[in-house]
């Protein structure tokens, strides 16, 4: 099992700026990636990005420029670095682990169904 907690949410001004922390636990190596994803109030969970084990990043297109995903696999961190945010990012950001060997295509780590460990979610609200 692998136990995830996210960290680092809150509230912040339009143009502003935040970082989201996720600790893993417990068998983190069987993770070949980790994501981050997103749900806004009456909407569906969406993907934010991803990042392999050994580095490879893949971002939602809506959010390539502003976001950034990095991970310490040493210390079992991921991080999404997210500038100029904006009030549509409101939402609970989740972090996600998958034990999906990397195949080739980052794009596998697109969907939610690849995914075997999800956090709690921490919440981020963007003031207009």
């Known amino acids: 099992q692998v136990q995830l907690v996210e960290s680092g949410g809150g509230l912040v001004q339009a143009g502003g700026s935040l970082s989201l922390s996720c600790a893993a636990s417990?068998?983190?190596?069987?993770?070949?990636?980790m994501g981050w994803f997103r749900q806004a109030p009456g909407k569906e969970r969406e993907f934010v990005a991803a990042?392999?084990?050994?580095?490879?990043?893949l971002y939602a297109d809506s959010l390539k420029g502003r976001f950034t995903i990095s991970r310490d696999n040493a210390k079992n961190m991921v991080y999404l670095q997210m500038n100029s945010l904006k009030p549509e990012d409101t939402a609970v950001y989740y972090c996600?682990?998958?034990?999906?060997?990397?195949?080739?295509?980052?794009?596998?780590?697109?969907?939610?169904?690849?995914?075997?460990?999800w956090g709690q979610g921490t919440q981020v609200t963007v003031s207009s």
């Open positions: 996600a682990a998958s034990s999906r060997v990397y195949s080739g295509s980052l794009y596998t780590y697109y969907g939610q169904n690849v995914y075997d460990h």
């Open positions: 417990g068998r983190t190596f069987s993770s070949a990636a």
């Open positions: 990042i392999t084990w050994r580095g490879g990043t």
